[in-house]
């Protein structure tokens, strides 16, 4: 770095920009890329062997991504369907084990970690076989399908001293790091309202995934995939597309909603809320699924705020994703890879309203008013005060999660996102389905983590 370089960095907080300049009337600062991989060789004991177990789309973006971390290789990989398995012999090589039943990955000693990529309805009977098969766990979001699954999670954690992380990635990102740095630094005065969204306009989005040609029974390890879900015969479109179906998964708010309450939860260094109330619909995506295309619902935090979270999956405009957090003093906006906090400075007088009054009236109260607020110079219209913070170009908070995972596995230092916060996000999210289905208010207590009677 040049001299030049190192005076125009700039240390804003923890997290570090490079350099700030204007955009119009706003204030833009780059940040950092955080620090970068180590040149020096990986050490004999930091080799980390991982497995994958459910290895569909999300479970292989994961694994890839760690594969990238120093010091990482993958050796095994189980999955119910052949042609995801024949795919992680093409990713990691012929070598590795590819298996339908995850606890021949547990019984091998030379895996030390597993990815969790299956449906939600298998993610608490997986993460605990493997916790108790004395490996370390990322398992997908949300943690829980259901509500019970929270407390064995995360008593075979804290029983079996595993390092567990729970994959709403977002959580490791600079960015919301540097949102909750501004928030505690009072950069919009005090919070008193939240709102986020997910907004979707594609059939991807709306979770129409491709179903192979080859689906069948042979193909397809029907039986074990249903796991302890009700047992009705082989059905590709619920094999791929499970997301459409509550015996499998958690709806728009354990597939979205539950990302956002995991960024809320962060940013805000809160615990969750106290009660939801929601109400959607199926509006568009008539297909048989049983969970609505629409959803949007109200949450009280004890903090002193509300919170207000949507999917539309019938959005006829842009897909979107965002957090509004609006405070006494201004208001922050977290968009793509940057957080902006605008501030309208608050007036320093009341301003009078007279022309209702009778003119002398008019006249004696504006110069009471004048007594008391007399004309400053220059007046003019308030200036807007707006600050930009952008990640660098290609900066992946994925990346930054799967790595702050494989860090713990070698320091037994705890993770970003350990069950209990995870069981916090999804308890919260999933607040949304319960009045959504029963029609009334849904209760909780973020800090014993328990559903309360309505
Ligand atoms: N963090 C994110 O941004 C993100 C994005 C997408 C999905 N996800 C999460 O990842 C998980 C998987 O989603 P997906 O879209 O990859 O689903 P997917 O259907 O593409 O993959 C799931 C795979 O798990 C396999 N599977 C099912 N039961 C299994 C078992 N008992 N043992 C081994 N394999 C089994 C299936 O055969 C399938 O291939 C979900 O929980 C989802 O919420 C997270």
């Not at 606890?103 to 993610?123: F, Q, S, Y």
């Not at 979707?200 to 192979?212: C, F, I, K, L």
């Not at 796991?227 to 708010?253: C, D, L, M």
Request: charged share 20%.
């Amino acid at each position: 770095m040049s001299n030049m370089d190192r005076r125009g960095f700039l240390k804003t907080g923890s997290i570090a920009t490079v350099g700030s300049y204007f955009v119009g009337s706003t204030k833009m600062h780059l940040m950092a890329t955080p620090e970068p991989e180590p040149a020096k060789p990986i050490a004999a004991n930091d080799h980390i062997q991982i497995a994958l177990i459910g290895a569909g789309g999300q479970g292989q973006e994961d694994t890839k991504i760690a594969a990238r971390v120093p010091g990482v290789k993958v050796v095994a990989a189980s999955d119910c369907y052949n042609g995801c398995l024949d795919r992680a012999k093409e990713l990691w090589g012929k070598d590795i084990l590819t298996t339908r039943d995850y606890k021949e990955i547990l019984d091998r000693k030379d895996v030390d970690a597993v990815i969790i990529g299956t449906p939600d309805h298998w993610h608490m009977q997986a993460s605990v076989d493997a916790m108790n098969a004395g490996k370390d766990v990322y398992c997908e979001k949300p943690m829980i399908h259901v509500y019970a699954d929270g407390p064995k999670i995360i008593d075979t954690w804290r029983k079996t001293n595993r390092i567990m992380q729970v994959g709403s990635q977002g959580v490791s990102s600079i960015v919301y790091a540097k949102a909750k740095e501004l928030l505690a630094a009072g950069a919009i005065g005090t919070l008193n309202m939240v709102n986020v969204w997910y907004d979707r306009n594609s059939a991807q989005g709306a979770w129409e995934y491709t179903v192979p040609y080859d689906a069948s029974t042979t193909t397809c390890d029907w039986p074990r995939w249903l796991g302890t879900a009700p047992q009705i015969p082989f059905n590709a479109e619920h094999f791929f597309q499970w997301r459409k179906w509550k015996a499998y998964g958690s709806g728009v708010a354990g597939d979205l909603f539950v990302h956002l309450f995991s960024g809320v939860h962060l940013m805000t260094n809160t615990l969750g809320p106290t009660r939801a109330v929601a109400t959607g619909g199926l509006r568009f995506w008539k297909d048989g699924r049983d969970v609505p295309d629409v959803m949007m619902a109200l949450y009280d935090y004890e903090k002193g705020f509300n919170l207000s979270v949507r999917t539309n999956f019938v959005d006829g405009g842009a897909e979107s994703v965002g957090f509004v957090f609006t405070g006494s003093e201004g208001s922050m906006t977290i968009s793509g890879e940057a957080v902006t906090v605008t501030r309208v400075p608050r007036e320093t007088e009341p301003g009078y309203r007279v022309d209702l009054f009778s003119e002398p009236i008019q006249k004696r109260v504006l110069e009471i008013y004048h007594e008391k607020y007399p004309t400053t110079y220059p007046s003019g219209p308030t200036l807007i005060g707006e600050e930009k913070y952008v990640a660098p170009h290609g900066y992946s908070e994925h990346y930054d999660h799967l790595k702050n995972w494989i860090e713990a596995i070698r320091t037994r230092q705890p993770v970003v996102e350990d069950p209990v916060f995870g069981f916090r996000a999804a308890g919260a999210a999933l607040l949304s389905n319960l009045s959504y289905d029963t029609g009334q208010p849904a209760r909780w207590n973020p800090e014993t983590m328990k559903l309360l009677q309505s």
